[in-house]
Every structure is written in structure tokens, then in C-alpha cells.
């Protein structure tokens, strides 16, 4: 049904956000009072830039009066904020409460609520969105003949085989359901998405119900003032899933765990569990078939459904397929048919660029490693990957890793506490800021090292951080040389001072150095 502002005058009402309608010398709480109130509205934008004939806009966040100098000319139907700017404009304002949760409920019907056509699963969890995402969607893709559409922090695809970078990792509500409706107008049965913390914290999926919800795990993360004040509050907002789905996927050693399955009883939702082997009893249990640990077992319920080999290195990815394993049978899907070897199957050649990409030197005993591993839980999962697999060897180890710039600033310190007792060398180096200088940031690094042993080293042009240390001369070296490259992934480019500025990206830089182009 098409969005009016009669309707939506009733939906913000019936969810108790209308305060009341003004427009002009009118003040009321009955949209028929306002002329065309039963128009349809022809877009729905946050942006007064793309406001067209016949919009709604909503006014959010750090919105100004200033940005509505136009919007009467391009013909602005009506606005939705929390501020009265009759002054401004002559468009009719619905007054609301709270423009975040009011947005997220108009921009679901104006897309003519596109979550009721797909099966909607939400991943959430400090460490492993963006892979169990991947290989959900690849394992539902497969099962459904390519009808899986995917919202992450890497990339999101509406159509199930079309990948496009995305900004965020979850998006506005009002991209939100724009994109969801896409993805059912091209067929799409079923949506992967990751759910942060933020996104709970400023209602990007306000009164959305996620089918599936996966709980992987909580260590602190996220920790300022832009993002969440303390731990508390960024495990309450990301425990708000829990009351918001049908079903849900616990990581079985999720910190607080009982917590989380007490939110689950009184939201009388049903719980499943994931597990690598060894750790806590689950529902689904990863274990390895090998001693290089190259090749895991799944088992359900106790019994073995199949093995597989990712492309992914890391026992920590092996939990995350079996995370991916545990939503795709609470989403429905049979593991006890033949079926189930292909849906191993198909999650074994995911890649995600950017993460646990490895790089040989032809040259010399040395493995490159890029990873987006940035806080503690994440350094020490790639580190007990190196301890597993390359260990007994003895290598030499180098980390280069920066950490975020005016925010997250727990990871400084998270950062090099996971890591100095295990690296032999620490090399400090650029990673995004805002307007915090990044030889803060860096300093603020090396003064949490404690161990005196470690070779720490400032080298603040990542380009020149990475090229030198990948590059450096290790022919006469006794021992194999493992170099840790962090933080950024595949991207190809820095935020400084809110603007994106190009970088070559980690991965090509290794694989200029090593001559692999
Ligand atoms: C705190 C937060 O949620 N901020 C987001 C928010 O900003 P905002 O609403 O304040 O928007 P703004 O850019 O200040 O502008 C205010 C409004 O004026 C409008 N405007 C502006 C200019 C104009 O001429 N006309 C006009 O109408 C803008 O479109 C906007 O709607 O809306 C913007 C887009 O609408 C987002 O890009 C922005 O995310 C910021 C950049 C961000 O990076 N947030 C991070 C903390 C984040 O959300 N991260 C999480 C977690 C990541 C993780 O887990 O690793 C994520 O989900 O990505
Ligand atoms: N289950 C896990 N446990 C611990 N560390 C993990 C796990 N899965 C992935 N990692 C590490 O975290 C990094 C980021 O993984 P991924 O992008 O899947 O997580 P994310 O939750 O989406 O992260 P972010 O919120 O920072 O984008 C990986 O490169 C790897 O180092």
C-alpha cells in the first residue's frame, strides 16, 4: 500500500512517535486537516540533496535548518523530524519523538514492507560478521539456486551473484528496506546481513524481526564517545536481537552467555548452539580432521554431517561455518538429506578479500599474511592460527598494524596486549582518523608495550611501513619470517579528517614487493 501522510501519520501514531502535524498556522493530530493527505508520496529520501516533487524527507541525525533552503522548489511534499521547521519550509511536518525509529518504520511500508517476502537472518557478535555472512550466503545461495542477498561490512549484494562495496556495516534504515526491496524485485528469497551495535544504538533496524539471529560473541570493542560509552552499553544495544528474531545461533563460549539465553527465555525465543569441538557442548560442533587443521568435521546433534576445507585459513573461521551451519538449519534448511554435502560444499572456496590472504615470497623463507583482524579477540585468534600452523617451526614474527584514530581507543591498548609476548617485532603504523593525528595514536601504542624484549618501530606512511618491512632482506636469515599486516584488509583507501584519500591497499603492496603481480 503506498505511503500517504494520512498512513503515516497513523503508523507514527500507532507506535506512539507522533507528537503532531504542523503546517503552517495549523497544529493537529488529524491528517485530514492537511491538504493532499492522501497523496501518495512519490520518493522517500534523508537527503535534502535528492529531495524530488512529491518526497518525504527525514530529517536525522545532525540535520540543519539551513540544508531546507531549497526543498520547496523541488517540490518537497511533506518532512518528518523531531524539530518544527514550518519556518523553513511550507511542506507539512510530522513532529515526532524520535526520528531514527520513525524513519525505520516509514521506509518499510513506503517499500511496501520488503522483509515479509524474505527469509531475514541477522548476524551480530564482536568478531566473524562479515565471514559467517559470507558463508551463510554462500551455503543459501547454493540451496537455493542463487536467490541470497547480503548486507556487510565488505560489500553487499542484492541480485545474489553482484557484489558492490557497501559504506556501512549495517545500513540506514531507509537503505535498509530500499535494498531489501530490490533484492525481492530481482527474486531474492533470502537476506544475510550483519547487525553492529551502532545500528541498534541509532535504529537503523528499528521493528524489524530477524527470522534468524546469530549471536557469535562479545569481548569489548567499539569503546568512545561516538560509539558506545562502555562495554555495558555496546553488549546491551547488540543484545537487542535477541528480542528482535524468531530463532537464535549462540556461539556456545560466548562470553556472558547465560545472559543472552536469559534475554532468549524471556523473549520466548528458541536457542541453538555452535561450537569448535573441545570447547563448551553445542548443537553444532566444528572439529578438526587433520592435524594441519586444513579439513574440519561438522557434526549436528552428535552426528557427523560431512567435512570440509575452506579456502579461509583459521580455526576461528572453522567456527564461524559453524555458525553458518547452525543459522542455515534454524533458517530451515534439512542437513539430514543428501544435501548436506553440498552445503558443506559450498561454503569451501569463499574468499573475502582482505582476510587471511597469504602471500609467499619466492625470494626467501617469508609468508606475508593480510588480515582485518584489529582488537584483542581478533589478534589472538590470528595469532593462535600462526601458532598452530607455522609454530613449530619457530618463525620470526612481525606485526605492522595501526589502530583507528578518534575512536575505539580500547584497541590500543587491546591491540598490543594481545600481541607482545607473542611477535618479535611491532612495526606502529597509519590506519583511518578523524582529526586525531596518527603519531597520537601510534604513541599511545607504544606506550601500552610492556614487554622490553619487543622491537617496536614508528613508521607512520603505511605504504612505506609495509614496503620496508616486506621488502627488508632476509637471505642470511636462520629462521622463517611470518609478517602480520592488519587493520585495513583490502581497502584502498584511508579516511582522514572524513574524507576517503587512495591507498594502494596492503595485499597489492605485498604482492608488488614479492614480485607476485
Ligand atoms: C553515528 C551515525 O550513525 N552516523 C551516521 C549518520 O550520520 P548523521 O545522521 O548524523 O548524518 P550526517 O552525515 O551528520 O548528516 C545529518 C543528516 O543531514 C542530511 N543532509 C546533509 C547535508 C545536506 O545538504 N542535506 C542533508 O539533508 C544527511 O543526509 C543526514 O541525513 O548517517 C550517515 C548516513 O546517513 C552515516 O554515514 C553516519 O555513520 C557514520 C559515518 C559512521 O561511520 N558511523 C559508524 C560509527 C558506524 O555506524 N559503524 C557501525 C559499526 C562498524 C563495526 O561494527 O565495525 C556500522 O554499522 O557501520
Ligand atoms: N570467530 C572469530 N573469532 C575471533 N576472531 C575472528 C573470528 N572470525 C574472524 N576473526 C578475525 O576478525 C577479523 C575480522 O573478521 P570479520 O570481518 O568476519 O569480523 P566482523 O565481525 O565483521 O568484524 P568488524 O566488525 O570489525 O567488521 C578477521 O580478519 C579475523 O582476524
Redesign the pocket.
Known amino acids: 500500500m503506498a505511503l500517504t501522510l494520512e498512513s503515516a501519520a497513523r503508523l507514527l501514531d500507532r507506535h506512539g512517535l507522533l507528537r503532531e502535524i504542523i503546517h503552517g498556522d495549523v497544529w493537529t493530530v488529524d491528517a485530514s486537516d492537511i491538504d493532499n493527505a492522501d497523496k501518495p508520496f512519490s520518493a522517500i529520501t534523508y537527503d535534502t540533496r535528492k529531495v524530488e516533487p512529491g518526497a518525504l524527507l527525514c530529517c536525522k541525525g545532525r540535520f540543519k535548518a539551513e540544508y531546507l533552503k531549497d526543498v520547496d522548489e523541488h517540490g518537497l511534499a511533506a518532512y518528518v523530524a523531531e524539530n518544527d521547521f514550518s519556518a523553513t519550509t511550507q511542506a507539512p511536518g510530522l513532529i515526532v519523538d524520535d526520528v531514527r525509529k520513525a524513519m525505520s518504520l516509514l521506509s518499510a511500508e513506503f517499500y511496501d514492507r520488503p522483509q515479509d517476502r524474505l527469509k531475514v537472518i541477522g548476524i551480530t557478535?564482536?568478531?566473524?560478521?562479515?565471514?559467517?555472512?559470507y558463508l551463510t550466503q554462500a551455503m543459501l545461495n547454493g540451496c537455493s539456486g542463487g536467490k541470497c542477498a547480503l548486507f556487510?561490512?565488505?560489500d553487499n549484494c542484492l541480485d545474489g551473484h553482484t557484489y558492490v562495496e557497501s559504506d556501512l556495516?549495517t545500513p540506514e534504515s531507509m537503505d535498509a528496506f530500499r535494498m531489501m526491496r530490490e533484492a525481492v524485485d530481482n527474486g531474492m528469497e533470502h537476506l544475510v546481513m550483519?547487525v553492529?551495535s551502532q545500528a541498534y544504538k541509532v535504529d537503523r533496524v528499528y521493528g524489524l524481526t530477524f527470522d534468524v539471529a546469530a549471536f557469535?560473541?562479545i569481548s569489548p570493542?567499539h569503546i568512545s564517545p561516538i560509539e558506545h560509552p562502555t562495554f555495558e552499553d555496546y553488549f546491551h544495544c547488540k543484545r537487542q536481537i535477541v528480542k528482535n528474531c524468531r530463532s537464535l545461533v549462540l556461539g556456545a563460549d560466548c562470553a556472558r552467555a547465560d545472559l543472552i539465553r536469559q534475554d532468549a527465555r524471556h523473549a520466548g525465543v528458541a536457542v541453538s548452539t555452535f561450537a569448535l569441538d573441545g570447547a563448551s557442548p553445542a548443537d553444532v560442533v566444528a572439529k578438526p580432521a587433520d592435524t594441519e587443521h586444513s579439513r574440519f568435521s561438522i557434526a549436528i546433534d552428535g552426528t557427523t554431517i560431512g567435512e570440509l576445507s575452506l579456502t579461509l585459513d583459521?580455526d576461528?573461521?572453522y567456527?564461524?561455518a559453524a555458525a553458518a551451519v547452525a543459522i542455515a538449519r534454524a533458517a530451515g534448511f534439512d542437513f539430514g538429506s543428501s544435501q548436506a554435502r553440498k552445503a558443506l560444499h559450498d561454503m569451501e572456496p569463499v574468499r573475502?578479500a582482505?582476510?587471511?590472504e597469504h602471500f609467499k615470497d619466492t625470494r626467501s623463507d617469508t609468508i606475508a599474511i593480510v588480515?582485518?583482524?584489529?582488537?584483542y579477540?581478533?589478534?589472538?585468534?590470528?595469532l593462535d592460527y600462526v601458532d598452530q600452523r607455522y609454530g613449530s617451526k619457530n618463525p620470526e614474527i612481525t606485526l605492522i598494524t595501526g589502530s583507528t584514530g578518534n575512536k575505539a581507543y580500547d584497541r590500543r591498548s587491546e591491540i598490543v596486549k594481545a600481541a607482545q609476548d607473542r611477535v618479535d617485532h611491532l612495526v606502529l603504523t597509519f590506519e583511518d582518523t578523524d582529526d586525531e593525528p596518527v603519531e597520537q595514536v601510534c604513541e599511545d601504542m607504544r606506550n601500552n608495550v610492556t614487554n622490553p624484549q619487543l622491537d617496536v618501530k614508528i613508521i607512520l606512511d603505511r605504504t612505506e611501513a609495509v614496503e620496508s618491512t616486506v621488502g627488508a632482506d632476509r637471505n642470511d636469515s636462520q629462521r622463517p619470517h611470518i609478517i602480520l599486516i592488519?587493520g585495513k584488509?583490502n581497502e584502498r583507501w584511508f579516511k582522514d579528517h572524513g574524507k576517503h584519500i587512495p591507498y594502494e591497499g596492503d595485499d597489492r603492496i605485498v604482492e608488488r614487493v614479492f614480485n607476485l603481480q
Open positions: 557478535g564482536t568478531k566473524g560478521k562479515t565471514t559467517t555472512a556487510s561490512s565488505v556495516t550483519e553492529s557469535l560473541n570493542d583459521g576461528f573461521n567456527a564461524n573475502i582482505g582476510r587471511m588480515d582485518y583482524a584489529h582488537n579477540a581478533s589478534v589472538t585468534a590470528l592488519i584488509g
